[in-house]
């Protein structure tokens, strides 16, 4: 089944402590992204991947960082969270930027960060 | 990419068409109309997609309007698992960013 997959899905922590939410897709796909979604802002795009290696800054990418080293794994890394990085994160997928397909996105992941 | 305009909420009958009104007067030649839904806090669900032909998948109908200023989303016989917030997006393609942005959507209330 073609899929994006993250974890955690729920995950308490607090400020300081360095995290990574996964994010793996089984389609092949060149294209990731990340996105976090807060309430009144609706969904907002901190990071994304073209390809291997190639990763470039969102709209919101203050305190986030990236990586890239193969293609089906798009890691988010907080080296020192804050509280206001508590929110609800989602990974997704598509072809690739030269293409009008959909993106297929993860079912979430939510970080309390106290 | 364009901006889209939605009614912020709907109540539609069980069993009964729903349908889904989104503007996107500034639209330009090769912008696309997504459309997602949310349920509840799950990740965003693609539900059909169009440029300038109406479209049909096992999900919903998509009809955009000639001159593409507008479109509406068809769920053809709405069940309470439809419920939920619906968006709709203008997007370029192809897009060096591949972001999709995302407005408040349309709140789907789909009633017994």
């Known amino acids: 089944e073609a899929q994006v997959t993250q974890n955690p899905r729920y995950l308490i922590t607090v400020t300081g402590k360095k995290l990574t939410v996964t994010c793996s897709q089984n389609m092949n796909h060149e294209y990731m992204s990340w996105y976090r979604q807060d309430p009144g802002l609706g969904l907002r795009q901190i990071y994304y991947s073209m390809n291997v290696e190639v990763t470039d800054k969102g709209d919101v990418p203050e305190g986030y960082k990236v990586s890239r080293k193969e293609k089906r794994n798009f890691p988010l890394i907080l080296e020192s969270p804050s509280p206001n990085q508590t929110s609800l994160y989602f990974c997704?997928?598509?072809?690739?930027?030269?293409?009008?397909?959909?993106?297929?996105f993860g079912d979430g992941t939510r970080l309390s960060i106290l | 990419d364009a901006k889209t305009t939605q009614p912020t909420s709907m109540d539609c009958a069980e069993g009964r068409a729903a349908n889904l009104p989104c503007n996107h007067s500034?639209?330009?030649?090769?912008?696309?109309v997504y459309w997602y839904r949310q349920i509840h806090s799950q990740g965003p669900q693609y539900i059909i997609h169009?440029?300038?032909n109406n479209e049909t998948n096992e999900m919903a109908s998509l009809i955009i309007t000639e001159d593409r200023k507008s479109s509406t989303l068809i769920l053809p016989h709405a069940t309470l698992r439809d419920t939920a917030v619906y968006y709709c997006i203008v997007r370029v393609a192809p897009s060096n960013t591949g972001k999709l942005i995302f407005g408040q959507g349309t709140t789907l209330q789909v009633k017994p």
């Open positions: 169009g440029l300038k």
């Open positions: 997704a997928s598509r072809p690739g930027t030269a293409s009008n397909q959909p993106q297929h």
């Open positions: 500034t639209i330009s030649g090769n912008e696309y």
